[in-house]
């Protein structure tokens, strides 16, 4: 199992609510749980970011970037910028940074303009032609568009400016742990549904085979034996921005807080 090669490291709150969401997941490892607690005075305990243990790189990732932003007015908010980068560009480069192995950016609203933002960072572009039709059709684009020979997928909003690499490591580390019956993980925040959202690729291609499929939302929800339902401790799971408000607090958040964005390398 994958949690065997963690490296040991000191318990804190994080670390402790990180090992109950893996008991949630995996309710049938209780016997590891108890072995894990009983060797706490030696500091035992997996860390759920530990960026060296986790494979990333057979991960994919789509972004959803086709709406039209219409509760934002004559804006387009995915060409708003937080801490001098777009949301669409800082949804990417925060995938990329995570070591995601494909990225597949679905476009279609101002598909040129929004298309600059991301080209030259190492992501597949495809258009929905279809976008004014909602997500659920770019969902079927962005999921089309994959390889297939990635595990899992990762399906992330590019309105998610609080979402970091470490978030999504927390998220692929939980699939690598999931019981054999469970194929999709879904962060929880306060009770409330969060994103992104990770599927197997048995699951995608499920998806895809279903005639007229209303997307994943509804395959979801037709079969909850497949979920994993994640507790996480950051609201950032749970936190889009749809008005100028919402985007101006999320800058403010920013203004006000050293360190929160890309460095020349990528980094957060």
């Not at 005075?41 to 991960?59: E, L």
């Not at 595990?151 to 692929?172: F, G, N, Y």
Request: charged share 20%.
């Amino acid at each position: 199992m994958a949690w065997l090669s963690l490296h040991p490291v000191v318990l804190d709150e994080d670390r402790y609510c990180y090992l109950l969401n893996l008991w949630v997941c995996n309710p049938h490892c209780v016997y590891w749980v108890v072995a894990v607690v009983d060797k706490l005075t030696d500091g035992a305990i997996v860390s759920p970011t530990d960026a060296d243990t986790i494979d990333t790189g057979n991960i994919a990732a789509i972004v959803l970037a086709a709406g039209m932003s219409q509760r934002m007015g004559a804006e387009n908010k995915l060409l708003l910028e937080i801490d001098g980068q777009s949301l669409l560009r800082r949804c990417v480069m925060t995938i990329k940074t995570a070591g995601i192995g494909e990225v597949v950016v679905v476009l279609g609203h101002e598909s040129e303009r929004t298309k600059l933002q991301v080209e030259a960072l190492g992501v597949e572009c495809v258009t929905n032609s279809e976008y004014e039709s909602g997500q659920m059709s770019s969902v079927q684009c962005g999921l089309s568009a994959l390889s297939g020979v990635s595990k899992a997928t990762l399906i992330c909003l590019s309105d998610q400016p609080m979402i970091a690499p470490k978030h999504l490591l927390e998220l692929i580390q939980a699939f690598d742990n999931l019981h054999p019956d469970k194929q999709i993980v879904v962060p929880t925040y306060n009770e409330q549904r969060g994103n992104p959202v990770m599927i197997s690729e048995s699951v995608r291609r499920q998806v895809l085979q279903k005639a007229g499929s209303p997307g994943c939302r509804k395959f979801i929800d037709d079969n909850p034996d497949l979920v994993c339902w994640l507790p996480v401790k950051d609201s950032a799971f749970t936190t889009d921005i749809d008005t100028r408000e919402e985007f101006q607090a999320v800058r403010d958040y920013y203004k006000n807080n050293e360190n929160q964005g890309f460095d020349e390398k990528g980094s957060v």
